[in-house]
């Protein structure tokens, strides 16, 4: 039943008429003895918080000792600074010496006359969090000739990656994940005119610029768009969290720039509510569609406590059910570090919860922020699981990105469960290997198996795959067996390279529909060098191979991919180009 009560006392939440019930996992306290007033909301409604900085209560009318309008308190302040170095008096040379957490640079006659402690300078333990998987293995068709994979339209590592060469560090290699960074960017592939089928299909093969003996073969899908104005009305929950983890410039206050830039494409249809957690959850936002109140709330909001994401996630849920709109787009909207340390915190406890509400229809983006604690494995878990997506916001640009510039893909979903499936001939093809989607693998008999969760696509998204086969009689990574039983004969089928088939459902729908296509073996006979469009998705799918260590590009190196990308008057791409260099700098393996 929509909006039944989760387990847990029920909170009055505030909106524009009578107050509403609705779940919460824990019922937060009014510290009524010293709250903070902060307007926000409806027109002439007030929320109260406590002053500890987390919207742990509420209330329609203030307390007798409520004051006037003041912003919320400070964040806690810093732990203290560690024990004081000793230094010799006829020390000579330069010292560092912290003031608050940055340190500054001191003369020695300056530290001399300086009554200040000297202290060490600290780094914070780099405590991310990544569920990397191994380079796919190469495969031999004569034993594996079919090869099975979600979709996946999340883009989170290419601006996680972009992130940390951007602090001059070398990527972590779990956090790299090709095809992520293939879906970054848009390719020309033709926009289908038909809803009832959401896609167009586009096939390309070409030399491989790092091994002569193979071809590349991509595999391009554009979902149907709909255009800004068509979309249908959206019931939306901001899930914020708050929790003390959240107190740095690149985590709260960019969550605040980035979901400010989403309320100001609020339509009167429309809905948006705001939870938060820390210690414990509570609502910020009733439901309204008016921006200005969306932003006034989220500057309510500053950061302090533990991180209880379950209980956020749970009256998030609720919130959303509870003002369910049939055949809109109903949808939780999580940002976060992923730092959950109270309650439900480990992947599989928040997969739990999360696969038991999408049942509801209500679907889940996950917005990942920060560095040095960030969870990106529950992340992605989530968004995938959630029937989402996932991205992370590394700067106001990256926000614009993905909730101004690609707001209907992000909130409207076209086509559910889809999965992709290619059959190589084996009398065409030896070997092949799928350049990324490794966390995406299926089993070939899911694909047919409408209860198997596949990815969700959303309007106007692109997906992008790339193979690289050995075509039959040329020399692979595999090498010949002994026995010669064991090098099986195959003999000619037709003039058919690949058997390539699609499967999905549409919106309300649970019976799968199937597009199938046949790849002709003259695309391997007439196979170019790489050229335009398909040349950058090669450039980018051997960016990302390097970045993870990759062995099987030899010694094609990023100077390479750089080069066979070539100019770019785009600025996302010219910004790929950049980041190749810094790569270079940060001395990625290659």
């Known amino acids: 039943m929509r909006g039944m009560l989760l387990a847990g006392a029920a909170a009055m939440v505030v909106g524009a008429s009578a107050p509403v019930p609705v779940a919460m996992a824990t019922t937060p306290v009014l510290n009524e003895a010293s709250p903070v007033k902060c307007q926000a909301g409806n027109p002439g409604q007030e929320y109260y918080y406590t002053s500890s900085g987390l919207p742990g209560g509420f209330s329609a009318s203030p307390p007798q000792s409520a004051p006037s309008f003041i912003a919320p308190p400070p964040p806690p302040p810093p732990p203290p600074a560690p024990a004081p170095v000793s230094q010799s008096p006829a020390a000579t040379s330069d010292a560092v010496v912290v003031t608050g957490n940055r340190p ?24 991310e969090k990544y569920n990397g998987e191994s380079v796919s293995s190469v495969m031999r068709v004569t034993e594996t000739p079919v090869s099975t994979f979600s979709v996946d339209v999340d883009t989170g590592a290419y601006a996680n990656v972009r992130r940390m060469l951007n602090d001059g560090t070398t990527p972590t290699e779990a956090a790299v994940r090709t095809e992520e960074l293939l879906n970054y960017f848009r390719y020309d592939y033709p926009l289908p005119q038909d809803r009832s089928k959401p896609f167009s299909i586009t096939t390309d093969v070409a030399q491989t610029p790092w091994n002569a003996q193979t071809r590349l073969m991509r595999v391009g899908l554009r979902a149907y768009d709909v255009p800004r104005s068509e979309r249908p009305a959206a019931n939306l929950v901001f899930l914020v969290d708050v929790s003390g983890s959240m107190n740095d410039p690149d985590k709260l206050p960019l969550v605040k720039t980035a ?3 989403l309320s100001d494409n609020l339509r009167p249809d429309d809905k948006v509510s705001i939870v938060v957690y820390a210690g414990a959850a509570g609502m910020v936002l009733a439901p309204t569609h008016e921006g200005k109140y969306v ?3 989220l500057e309510c909001l500053s950061a302090g406590g533990s991180t209880a994401g379950g209980q956020g996630m749970a009256l998030a849920y609720a919130t959303a059910e509870a003002n369910f709109i049939k055949g809109g787009i109903n949808r939780v909207i999580l940002a976060t570090d992923g730092d959950f340390n109270v309650g439900i915190s480990s992947i599989g406890e928040v997969e739990a919860l999360v696969k038991q509400n999408r049942e509801s229809g209500v679907t889940l983006t996950a917005l990942g922020f920060g560095t040095g604690n960030y969870n990106e494995a529950l992340m992605e878990k989530m968004a995938d699981v959630g029937n989402g997506n996932y991205a992370y916001i590394d700067s106001a640009m990256e926000a614009r990105k993905v909730l101004d510039d690609e707001l209907s893909s992000t909130l409207f979903t076209v086509a559910k469960d889809v999965k992709i499936q290619v059959e190589f001939n084996p009398a065409l093809v030896s070997q092949y290997r799928l350049i990324g989607y490794e966390n995406r693998a299926l089993a070939e008999e899911d694909f047919n198996n409408d209860k198997v969760d596949a990815g969700d696509i959303g309007a106007g998204h692109q997906v992008t795959a790339i193979y690289e086969i050995v075509p039959t009689g040329a020399k692979g990574w595999l090498p010949d067996r002994h026995f010669t039983a064991n090098n099986a004969k195959t003999s000619s089928q037709g003039e058919q390279l690949v058997w390539l088939k699609l499967r999905y459902k549409l919106p309300g729908e649970n019976t799968s529909r199937l597009i199938e296509r046949a790849i002709p073996a003259s695309s391997v006979a007439n196979a170019q060098p790489a050229r335009g469009d398909m040349a950058f998705a090669v450039s980018v799918a051997a960016y990302g191979q390097i970045l993870r260590g990759d062995t099987y590009l030899g010694g094609y190196g990023l100077g390479d991919a750089r080069a066979l990308a070539g100019t770019q008057s785009d600025y996302r791409r010219q910004e790929f180009l950049e980041l190749t260099r810094l790569a270079e700098t940060a001395k990625v393996r290659q």
């Open 259 to 261: 979901l400010s830039m």
């Open 295 to 297: 932003k006034q709330a």
């Open 104 to 127: 500054a640079l001191q003369s020695s006659v300056q530290m001399k006359r300086s009554a200040a402690p000297a202290y060490e300078a600290r780094e914070a333990p780099n405590t």
